[in-house]
C-alpha cells in the first residue's frame, strides 16, 4: 500500500492521457469549523463522485474530501475500458471459490456496467460514454479450446457472449488470433469527465466539496470522525475510504498488492484501420495488453504492467514501455499508423483472485473502503457505490462477502 501521507498526485501518474475535464466541476472550499453530516468520503476521484452521485440520490447529506483537484488523480490515467469480464476468467475463479459464487460474481460485474449505462443516460452525462462488445483474444497459452470451455461457462451462467473461430475473427475483425470469445455488455468513456459530470449532479443535490486532507480517522459502534490537516473535525454517521491504493494503516488485505501500467494513444487514425463496433479489445493471457478507440478516432493501447509501484522508476521506463506499446499494436493492427499522441502511466491495484476489496473495515463498522479493482476499474467503483449505499442504508446481504476486505486469500487455503 503506498503511503497516505507522502504520496501525491504525481506518485499516481504520469505523462498525459487524452482526457477532457468535462464540465467545470463544483468549487471546492476549505472548512473553517467543525461539521457533521451523514456521510463523508475521503477521495473525490472515480470511485468517490459515483459514490456521491449515489448517496446523494437516497436523499443522504454527503461532504466530499479531497486534497488535490479532484480527478486527476488514478482516475486520469485509467483507459475507461468499463468492462464485466474479470481479470480472472470464469473458469479460473470457479476452481477458487466454486462455479456458482464464481457466476454471480459475473452477474453481478455484468449487472454494474448495465447499472452504469443506464445511469450515465438518465443522468444525461455524456462523457464520451457508449456501449461496447469486447473481444477476448486468445493469447499466451490460452488457445481455442479454453476458450470454448470459458465461453460454455459464461453460457451456463446466464452471460452473453460468442466463440469466433480464426476465420471468422480474421475476416470480421482483421485480427489474427486463433480464436476469441465476442460479449456485448460492457462501454467505454471519459474517465475524467464523467468523475466532473458525477460531482456537479452531486453538488447540485446538496454535497458539498471540500479541500483538505484526511489526517486521521475514528469510529466507533455509532458513528465516525475525520479530523483534517487544518485541525477541523467532520463528523459522521460514515466514512468512506475512496482513496485508491492509498489507505491509512487501518485498511490492510493480503490479497491486495500495488502495480504499474504504462498506455498510449495514437493520432486519430484513417476509419477504415479500425475494427467493427468498435470494440474493446483484450488478451486472454496473465500478462495481457488492452485497447480501444476513441470518438475522434484514436487508438489506445495499454499494459506491460511490472509489480513495481515506484513512481521514479514508472516515469523513466516510460520511452521503453511507449515503443513495446507500438510494437504490440502494429502486430496486432498491422495497418495502424504508429504515431504517438499520448503517453502516460499510472499505479492501480490488484488481488490475488482478481474481486474487489469493498466494504466495512474490519474493527471500524463505520468506516467502509473501497480498492483492488485491477483492470475492472470503473465497474468496480461503481458496484462499490452501491454495495456501500446498501451498507450504509443498514441492508445486509451474504453475497457482500465475495468482496469483503477481511476474505481470506483463497490461494492459500
Given at each position: 500500500?503506498?503511503?497516505?501521507?507522502?504520496?501525491?498526485?504525481?506518485?499516481?501518474?504520469?505523462?498525459?492521457?487524452?482526457?477532457?475535464?468535462?464540465?467545470?466541476?463544483?468549487?471546492?472550499?476549505g472548512l473553517d469549523s467543525d461539521t457533521?453530516?451523514?456521510?463523508?468520503?475521503?477521495?473525490?476521484?472515480?470511485?468517490?463522485?459515483?459514490?456521491?452521485?449515489?448517496?446523494?440520490?437516497?436523499?443522504?447529506?454527503?461532504?466530499?474530501?479531497?486534497?488535490?483537484?479532484?480527478?486527476f488523480g488514478s482516475t486520469a490515467a485509467?483507459?475507461?475500458?468499463?468492462?464485466?469480464?474479470?481479470?480472472?476468467?470464469?473458469?479460473?475463479?470457479?476452481?477458487?471459490?466454486?462455479?456458482?459464487?464464481?457466476?454471480?460474481?459475473?452477474?453481478?460485474?455484468?449487472?454494474?456496467?448495465?447499472?452504469?449505462?443506464?445511469?450515465?443516460?438518465?443522468?444525461?452525462?455524456?462523457?464520451?460514454?457508449?456501449?461496447?462488445?469486447?473481444?477476448?483474444?486468445?493469447?499466451?497459452?490460452?488457445?481455442?479450446?479454453?476458450?470454448?470451455?470459458?465461453?460454455?461457462?459464461?453460457?451456463?451462467?446466464?452471460?452473453?457472449?460468442?466463440?469466433?473461430?480464426?476465420?471468422?475473427?480474421?475476416?470480421?475483425?482483421?485480427?489474427?488470433?486463433?480464436?476469441?470469445?465476442?460479449?456485448?455488455?460492457?462501454?467505454?468513456?471519459?474517465?475524467?469527465?464523467?468523475?466532473?459530470?458525477?460531482?456537479?449532479?452531486?453538488?447540485?443535490?446538496?454535497?458539498?466539496?471540500?479541500?483538505?486532507?484526511?489526517?486521521?480517522?475514528?469510529?466507533?459502534?455509532?458513528?465516525?470522525?475525520?479530523?483534517?490537516?487544518?485541525?477541523?473535525?467532520?463528523?459522521?454517521?460514515?466514512?468512506?475510504?475512496?482513496?485508491g491504493y492509498v489507505m491509512p494503516d487501518?485498511?490492510?488485505?493480503?490479497?491486495?498488492?500495488?502495480?504499474?501500467?504504462?498506455?498510449?494513444?495514437?493520432?486519430?487514425?484513417?476509419?477504415?484501420?479500425?475494427?467493427?463496433?468498435?470494440?474493446?479489445?483484450?488478451?486472454?493471457?496473465?500478462?495481457?495488453?488492452?485497447?480501444?478507440?476513441?470518438?475522434?478516432?484514436?487508438?489506445?493501447?495499454?499494459?506491460?504492467?511490472?509489480?513495481?509501484?515506484?513512481?521514479?522508476?514508472?516515469?523513466?521506463?516510460?520511452?521503453?514501455?511507449?515503443?513495446?506499446?507500438?510494437?504490440?499494436?502494429?502486430?496486432?493492427?498491422?495497418?495502424?499508423?504508429?504515431?504517438?499522441?499520448?503517453?502516460?502511466?499510472?499505479?492501480?491495484?490488484?488481488?490475488?483472485?482478481?474481486?474487489?476489496?469493498?466494504?466495512?473495515?474490519?474493527?471500524?463498522?463505520?468506516?467502509?473502503?473501497?480498492?483492488?479493482?485491477?483492470?475492472?476499474?470503473?465497474?468496480?467503483?461503481?458496484?462499490?457505490?452501491?454495495?456501500?449505499?446498501?451498507?450504509?442504508?443498514?441492508?445486509?446481504?451474504?453475497?457482500?462477502?465475495?468482496?469483503?476486505?477481511?476474505?481470506?486469500?483463497?490461494?492459500?487455503?
Open positions: 500500500m503506498l503511503d497516505p501521507d507522502s504520496t501525491r498526485h504525481e506518485d499516481l501518474r504520469s505523462g498525459a492521457s487524452p482526457w477532457l475535464s468535462g464540465p467545470p466541476r463544483p468549487a471546492s472550499i457533521r453530516c451523514d456521510v463523508a468520503i475521503i477521495g473525490g476521484g472515480i470511485t468517490g463522485a459515483l459514490a456521491a452521485e449515489h448517496l446523494t440520490g437516497l436523499g443522504h447529506d454527503v461532504i466530499v474530501v479531497d486534497r488535490e483537484r479532484e480527478g485509467s483507459t475507461a475500458m468499463l468492462q464485466w469480464e474479470i481479470d480472472l476468467p470464469l473458469r479460473r475463479l470457479a476452481e477458487l471459490y466454486g462455479f456458482d459464487k464464481a457466476a454471480d460474481v459475473y452477474r453481478r460485474s455484468f449487472k454494474a456496467v448495465e447499472g452504469l449505462i443506464e445511469s450515465v443516460a438518465t443522468l444525461g452525462l455524456g462523457s464520451a460514454f457508449h456501449p461496447r462488445d469486447t473481444v477476448y483474444l486468445a493469447a499466451g497459452d490460452i488457445g481455442p479450446r479454453e476458450l470454448r470451455e470459458e465461453c460454455a461457462l459464461r453460457s451456463r451462467a446466464g452471460l452473453p457472449g460468442q466463440l469466433l473461430d480464426h476465420a471468422t475473427l480474421l475476416g470480421h475483425y482483421g485480427f489474427d488470433r486463433a480464436a476469441a470469445i465476442v460479449s456485448p455488455g460492457s462501454a467505454e468513456g471519459d474517465p475524467l469527465s464523467l468523475c466532473h459530470a458525477l460531482l456537479q449532479v452531486a453538488a447540485a443535490r446538496g454535497a458539498k466539496l471540500i479541500r483538505g486532507e484526511a489526517v486521521a480517522f475514528d469510529s466507533t459502534a455509532g458513528s465516525a470522525a475525520v479530523t483534517l490537516g487544518c485541525g477541523r473535525t467532520i463528523e459522521a454517521s460514515h466514512v468512506v475510504l475512496a482513496t487501518c485498511v490492510h488485505s493480503e490479497l491486495h498488492r500495488v502495480a504499474s501500467s504504462w498506455a498510449i494513444a495514437t493520432l486519430p487514425q484513417a476509419s477504415e484501420v479500425l475494427w467493427p463496433g468498435p470494440a474493446l479489445v483484450w488478451e486472454a493471457s496473465e500478462d495481457y495488453v488492452y485497447c480501444r478507440t476513441t470518438v475522434d478516432g484514436r487508438i489506445i493501447i495499454g499494459g506491460e504492467d511490472e509489480d513495481d509501484d515506484d513512481p521514479d522508476h514508472r516515469e523513466a521506463a516510460g520511452p521503453q514501455k511507449t515503443a513495446a506499446l507500438l510494437a504490440r499494436l502494429q502486430a496486432l493492427v498491422p495497418g495502424a499508423a504508429p504515431t504517438l499522441g499520448h503517453a502516460w502511466s499510472g499505479a492501480f491495484g490488484q488481488t490475488q483472485d482478481g474481486l474487489p476489496l469493498i466494504g466495512r473495515v474490519p474493527g471500524h463498522p463505520r468506516l467502509l473502503a473501497a480498492y483492488g479493482y485491477g483492470g475492472n476499474g470503473i465497474t468496480f467503483s461503481y458496484l462499490a457505490s452501491r454495495l456501500m449505499g446498501a451498507l450504509i442504508g443498514g441492508v445486509e446481504a451474504p453475497w457482500f462477502s465475495h468482496f469483503a476486505i477481511d476474505r481470506p486469500d483463497p490461494t492459500q487455503s
